[in-house]
């Protein structure tokens, strides 16, 4: 049951890749092949299945469908059967989580794509992370609005952190706007914590990519290696999110 809610969920999330950026409504109208503009039947709209059916090429022009979709859709997945095997069900996994894991996949593509994070879902999201703490007070991994309010607080800061690294070891500003926003709502979900964790393991992360990267594309100048960082912060939180409870013991504050 999680990997088909997995694979619904990453369908809508490579609806909102495509139409979040260009500011199109994400209901209507329903998906078209990108090329031709054919409206997809219903059938060849089914996640992972529609793909393989249509060996990967539009049914009406035959030009091939990007293999991002079905990878989308596998990812979302089997982000929630990790998510459901190590938690199990509950109302705050439906109602918390797995929209929160929907929004971090969607947002990771578009940063790639696009070197954007709307606000919609970094500013919404942060909003929906401190609703949350209210209704879910005491479930893994924030403990009450406070630690939400102090989780996104620590965003802002544990972005200048990061901002003030980066500055000290390439001699620029390599951060945006979006990042500090989308830390922040990271925090309201994954709390003071959260925000450390995520820090710290994204911009190693980041520098190891980073590095490997411009030695792979023979740039000798390091500080012209650039890469969106969003998908780090989103690793990150990932990483705390699913090992936190067990690594990370000492940045869990049940209070
Ligand atoms: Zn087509």
Redesign the pocket.
């Known amino acids: 049951m999680a990997v088909l809610a997995g694979l619904i969920c990453g369908s809508f999330a490579n609806v909102l890749i495509a139409r979040l950026p260009r500011r199109e409504s994400i209901l209507w109208p329903g998906s078209r092949?990108?090329?031709?503009?054919?409206p997809l039947k219903w059938y060849d709209n089914v996640p992972i299945l529609g793909f393989l059916v249509l060996k990967g090429k539009?049914?009406?022009?035959?030009?091939p469908i990007s293999t991002r979709y079905p990878l989308v859709e596998l990812l979302t997945a089997l982000l929630f059967l990790a998510t459901m095997m190590k938690f199990g069900p509950s109302v705050s996994l439906f109602v918390r989580d797995w929209p929160l894991l929907v929004m971090l996949v969607t947002i990771t593509f578009i940063d790639l794509d696009h070197r954007i994070i709307p606000d919609r879902l970094s500013i919404g999201g942060a909003a929906w992370g401190l609703v949350c703490s209210l209704i879910f007070p005491d479930a893994w991994p924030t403990y009450g609005w406070q630690q939400a309010l102090l989780g996104a607080a620590a965003g802002f800061f544990g972005f200048y952190l990061v901002a003030w690294i980066y500055s000290r070891r390439s001699g620029r500003a390599g951060l945006g706007g979006g990042d500090i926003k989308l830390l922040a709502m990271l925090g309201a979900f994954f709390g003071p914590g959260g925000v450390f964790v995520t820090v710290l393991i994204s911009s190693i992360l980041g520098s190891v990519v980073g590095i490997t990267w411009a030695l792979a594309s023979g740039e000798k100048n390091l500080l012209k290696a650039s890469i969106p960082y969003g998908p780090f912060l989103v690793l990150g939180a990932l990483y705390y999110y699913l090992l936190g409870d067990i690594l990370w013991l000492p940045f869990t504050i049940p209070t």
Request: hydrophobic share 0%.
């Open positions: 092949c990108p090329e031709c503009r054919t539009c049914r009406t022009c035959k030009h």
